[in-house]
């Protein structure tokens, strides 16, 4: 069993900054991309960023030049550092990643709330 625990989560005024961490346990295998989905009230599940094992990073069009996602493959580890936070960006944050084992299978975290107050 792989399990994804964020941490990091909270509230914040407009303009203010947070960062989520998500750590990997368990039976952990060689993941591929690590990132980070959210979800706002009545909205679908969206990805905000990601990371492969390589480096290569994708973010979602809106947080461009304000989010900043890192990962540590050595540590099983992705965060993301949040800056010049917006109301539209509240949402519950979800840690995600996948691994060819050898399908590709996806891992979720439980979830964390990121509510940005204007």
């Known amino acids: 069993q792989v399990q994804l625990v964020e941490s990091g989560g909270g509230s914040v005024q407009a303009g203010g900054s947070l960062t989520l961490s998500c750590a990997a346990s368990g039976r952990i295998p060689s993941f591929n991309r690590m990132g980070w989905y959210r979800q706002a009230p009545g909205k679908q599940r969206d990805l905000v960023a990601d990371m492969t094992s390589g480096g290569r990073t994708n973010y979602r069009d809106s947080v461009k030049g304000r989010f900043t996602i890192s990962r540590d493959n050595a540590k099983n580890t992705v965060s993301l550092q949040m800056n010049s936070l917006k109301p539209e960006d509240t949402a519950v944050y979800y840690c995600?990643?996948?691994?060819?084992?050898?399908?590709?299978?996806?891992?979720w975290g439980q979830g964390t709330q990121v509510t940005v107050s204007s």
């Open positions: 995600y990643a996948d691994a060819y084992t050898p399908r590709l299978r996806d891992y």
